[in-house]
């Protein structure tokens, strides 16, 4: 029975690795994470203004990729929302990007 148990452990592993590496094979969601690696907090309109080149519903979409594999979380202040890494995620799965 704990066969059963390390393997459903680590099969939820490894679909949340692939749902993490899919996040950040398109190249604009891995600009996105490293601008809030450089930076920290931003809201949407200020990652917009540093990726001048993408529409604000495509920005959205990358945004939402991010937050649904956990690699961004999102902070609420009043009526603004601020995106920041996950750190232990990108830890876990991208830490050469944490390097200088």
């Known amino acids: 029975m704990e ?3 390390s393997v459903a452990n ?22 996105i994470v490293q601008l809030l690696i450089q930076h920290r907090n931003l ?3 200020e990652i917009g203004d540093h990726l001048n080149q993408v529409a ?3 920005l959205s979409h990358h945004l939402k990729q991010l937050t649904d594999c ?18 232990e995620m990108l830890r876990r799965y991208a830490p050469i990007l944490m390097q200088d």
Do not use: M
């Open 70 to 87: 956990g690699l961004v979380e999102i902070t609420k202040s009043g009526t603004f929302h601020y995106h920041h890494v996950s750190d």
């Open 56 to 58: 604000g519903s495509t």
């Open 10 to 31: 680590d099969n939820g592993s490894l679909q949340e690795a692939v749902k993490v590496y899919k996040a950040l094979g398109e190249p604009t969601r891995l600009s």
């Open 43 to 45: 809201s949407c309109t």
């Open 3 to 5: 066969e059963v148990r």
